[in-house]
Structure formats: structure tokens, C-alpha cells
């Protein structure tokens, strides 16, 4: 018999001799049986309640301490994680030119542990002689508080840590940290954004970079003290330089409430440069909080007035349905919806199409768009990008806002630009479709190439449109509202827009927005730039429309930038005279 099989019997007799006990001791152990199982389920139920207490006893606690550190100040509870932790590097950021725009720098935060200190009045006292600036109430509440760790103050200069240092209080130590510094200071804010204490991106391009996953590498501590190959935008630290000087100028000089610019390339979509103001100087951001925060160029939306007439004729003449050589009757008012439509400066006769746009006639743009309809107008103007909220690469993007139904009456404001509220950004998007060709193409403050823009770019309008519409934005810089923005030797196009401010729910009569949109050289454009200044107070000649303060800012961004842009100056008609100063 294999070893095996003799197992197989061993077990058999167990299992016959186990099976006869039980049955001669079924009546008298049955009692005994069930107590014991009785006992042994009580057992279990006490178990599972002692089990729900304890899970329920930690919860409360984690809780707690969650309520506690949500209502404890941001410094008390903030990057409480290892050294190695705390000088995570971000990439520098630079310009186009590898100019650097923000770059980390090595500096120490004093702490303390409460449980070693001392005296902490006495401490407190102490630190006040270096630091006179902290709230001793505060500093000897952390001192005295039960905890082992507490921030006293982030961010040292080298001469303070040397101080406190020299005092030698016991239970305070420093540990190193990462502090982010902008170069530039408030040159291009709302471009590249700023960080938190922690060095964690807050706004513009610093939050953009987190999301593309730096935020979350540092979170589970994959990020090192490693350098890290810097982040090269598109723009243009001396073109950005320029447009914030003229948009700061100008505010100041027109006494607005706000004003902006952006130069942008019409062939990539690249931004060159992009200034709002009132802004802030990123390495201090709270002192801009009450008005420098928001960036009025893609986080601001503005009823843009007469520039919206652009894509008005463009829509217009892209249908087939109006010519050059057509024309409208512009000689009386339209009364519609128990409003009346009428001209700024009305001629009072039959308009051809380029001189309603010259003119800007609102009675003339009015027709126009009647002749087009209305699905038809709302198509055009989604197409173009105007009714919907851009995409690029700043988190800082307001969605544009239009009537919830679209009536007769609110195509007919739209097409002389009111009723809609858009981005100037995204104007500047859209006229740029109508000068490069025809191609809409989302702006980027990365750099890109014409190749890699074409790739992306979709076709919007017919290259006669665009040939149409040059002619009409070079009109209107000779001969019409955009003179003030004209720089000799480049040949400078556009369209004002003097839109009346909402105020209190009404359009008020002393109160403008005003823009200009323009490309450069206008026979075959490069650049956009747009400018808009809200509420000015004055203009140039003492007037308060766009033709003199917003125009004549689009002229002095380009008189001192074209060059830096690699525009080459043309003088005579045909572009070959050379201008001699003797």
C-alpha cells in the first residue's frame, strides 16, 4: 500500500470514530453546545461595537484637527514638510530672448518650537528688534501654543537671519526655501502671474505651468533643488516694455480709469506684448489687490463700440450680398423697438460701403447687417471666434456675454457694438483673421511657428474679404478716424470705437469706452495692435473720443516698437523713397 492511500484510511477511521461520538454524546452535550455559541456571538458583537467606536473616536479627531488648521491663519499650517521639500525648484520663465522674467532665489523662514522655548516674552521682545514689523500678540500666541512646530515669519532677507542669529534664542531655527523674484517687476504682471508663500502659481503663466502637472509633482514631493530648463514665452520683454509705458502714460495722460494694448502677430498668433493697467508688481501683489489684479485685456469684457463695425461690413461682404460699390441710405434715423438709431456725425445722405466705415455710420452698418439676418449674424460673429470664450494659454479668460434670444433690435446694436461684451483680446483675435488672410488662429504666449499656426488655424473669411477690408482699414487711417495713429514710414490701418459706458443699468452720455484696432504695414499686415482706454477724461485736441486718446496710443506703440518687431520703414508711394534728415 503507497503512502498515500495509507493516509486516506487514517483520515476514513477518524472521521467514522468522530461521527460515533457524536451521536452518543448528542443528548447530553447539546445544552452545553448551544450556551457556548451564544457566549461566542455576544463576543463578536462586542468586538464590532468596540471597532465602530474606535473608527468613530480617529474620524472625529482627523476632523477636528481639519476644522482646526481650515480656520488657523495660511503661515500656521503651510508647507510644515521636510527641507528637501521646501526648496522644490520652479523653472525660470524668459522672454523670447532668453531675457528672464521670473527665476528662483535661495532664502530662509525663522520657525519655532514652541515646547523649547524658554521665555517667550522675553523671546518675543527679542525678535521684535529685528523684525518690528510682526504682531507680538500673534508671535506669542504661536510661542505658547501646545504644538511643536510653528512659522514665525517666511521669507528672510540675509541680514535679518544674521541678526536673530546673533540673539540666540533658544527654540527658533530657520530652514531653507525657495523665494520666486520677477526681474522686471510690474512689466509683465499679468503675463507671467505670480506665487503663492508656498511658491505654488496663483495667476497667469506661474498657475498655467502648475497645471501642466509641476503642481502636482511637488505635491507628492517628485520635485528637487534640480535646476530646471526654463519656460520661453512669446512675448517680448522690450516690445512689453513699451506697451505697458504707453498704456501707463496714457491712463495717467487722458485721466482714465483703466487702460490696455496688446501687439500680436497675425501670421502665428504669437503675443508680443500685453499690458492692462491699473497691475501689480508680482513680487509684492498684495498692494495691487484692489484694482491691479484683474487683467482688463482677456479678463474684462467691454462693449468694444465701433470696432465691431469691422467684422459688421466683413460679414457683410463675405455673404456675397454687399459690394464695395454698393450703397445705403443713411440720410434719416431708423426707429425700431421704440428706440432710434442715429449717426455721431451723420452726413445725412446716401453712404457708399467704404464710406460707412470711414465715416462710421451706425445707420449704414445698421442696414448692412438687416440685409445678412439674424441667424445669419450670430453665426458669423461665433465664427469669428467673439462669441465664445477664447482659448490660450492664461487661466485669466472671461467668457463674453449676448442677449439670451436674439431680436431684430439686438442685431442691429450688435453691428455697431453694442449689446455685446467681449474680451479686447479676443477683438484683436478676430480683426487679425481679417488681415492675414482669412485664418483665425487662438492666441499663444508660447513661442509658435507660422507652420505649426497654420496647422491649427481655420479659415473664417474669403481672401477677398481680407483684400476688401485692408482697403478699408487703410482708408480710414489716411482719411478717417485712425489719422492720430499714423507713424511715417509705416503704414498704420484701423477702426476707432467710442462705445457709451453702462452705468447703473444706462448708457451714459459723458462716459466712454473707447478702443482702436490696428494692423501694420496695412498693405500686408504683420502686427495687430489694439489699445482701449476706459472713461478718459480728455484727449488729444481736448476730445474724448477714440480717435484721440486710443488712436494716438496705437501710433506711439508702433513708432517706438516697429523696429524691435523687424518692421522696415517704407517712405513715397511706392515704398522705395529713403527718408534723408540733413
Known sequence: MSFLSRIMVVKSKAHFNAGGNNNRSAGAGGQSFEGTRKRS?????????????????????????????????????????????????????????????????????????????????????????????????????????????????????????????????????????????????????????????????????????????????????????????????????????????????????????????????????????????????????????????????????FEMGSTFKSFTLAMALDSGKVKLTDSFDASKPIRIGGFTIHDFHGKHRVLTVPEIFQYSSNIGTAKMADVIGIEGHKEFLTRMGLLTRLETELPEVKTPSQPAVWKKINSITISYGHGVSTTPLQTAVAAAALLNGGKLINPTFLPRSREEADEIAKMVVKPSTVDAMRYLYKLNGNDGSGRNALVPGFNVGGKTGTANKVVNGRYSNTLNFNAFVSGFPIDNPDYVVLTFIDAPQTGKGGGRTAGSNAAPMVGEIIRRSAALLGVKPKFGDDGSALLVSY
Open 41 to 301: 456571538g455576544s463576543q463578536a458583537r462586542s468586538r464590532v461595537a468596540v471597532m465602530i467606536c474606535c473608527f468613530g473616536v480617529a474620524y472625529a479627531v482627523i476632523g477636528g484637527r481639519l476644522v482646526q488648521y481650515g480656520m488657523a491663519s495660511p503661515e500656521t499650517v503651510s508647507s510644515i514638510s521636510p527641507a528637501d521639500r521646501l526648496m522644490a525648484s520652479r523653472p525660470d520663465i524668459v522672454d523670447r530672448n532668453g531675457e528672464i522674467l521670473a527665476t528662483d532665489i535661495r532664502t530662509v523662514s525663522l520657525y519655532a518650537e514652541p515646547n523649547r522655548i524658554v521665555d517667550a516674552d522675553e523671546a518675543v521682545e527679542m525678535l521684535a528688534t529685528v523684525l518690528p514689523d510682526l504682531d507680538r500678540r500673534d508671535i506669542y500666541r504661536k510661542l505658547t501654543s501646545k504644538s511643536r512646530f510653528q512659522w514665525l515669519k517666511r521669507q528672510l532677507t540675509p541680514k535679518q537671519q544674521s541678526r536673530i542669529l546673533a540673539l540666540g534664542i533658544p527654540g527658533v531655527g530657520f530652514r531653507p526655501e525657495k523665494r520666486r523674484f520677477y526681474p522686471g517687476g510690474p512689466t509683465a504682471s499679468h503675463i507671467v502671474g505670480y506665487v503663492n508663500i508656498d511658491n505654488r502659481g496663483i495667476s497667469g503663466m506661474e498657475r498655467y505651468i502648475d497645471n501642466q502637472g509641476l503642481a502636482d509633482l511637488a505635491a507628492i514631493g517628485m520635485t528637487s533643488d534640480a535646476k530646471l530648463e526654463p519656460v520661453r514665452l512669446s512675448i517680448d520683454l522690450r516690445v512689453q516694455a513699451i506697451v505697458r509705458d504707453v498704456v501707463k502714460d496714457g491712463m495717467e495722460k487722458y485721466k482714465a480709469i483703466s487702460a490696455g494694448a496688446v501687439v500680436l502677430n497675425v501670421h502665428t498668433g504669437e503675443v508680443l506684448g500685453m499690458a492692462s493697467y491699473p497691475d501689480f508688481d508680482p513680487n509684492n501683489p498684495a498692494e495691487g489687490a484692489e484694482e491691479g489684479w484683474l487683467n482688463r485685456m482677456s479678463n474684462g469684457t
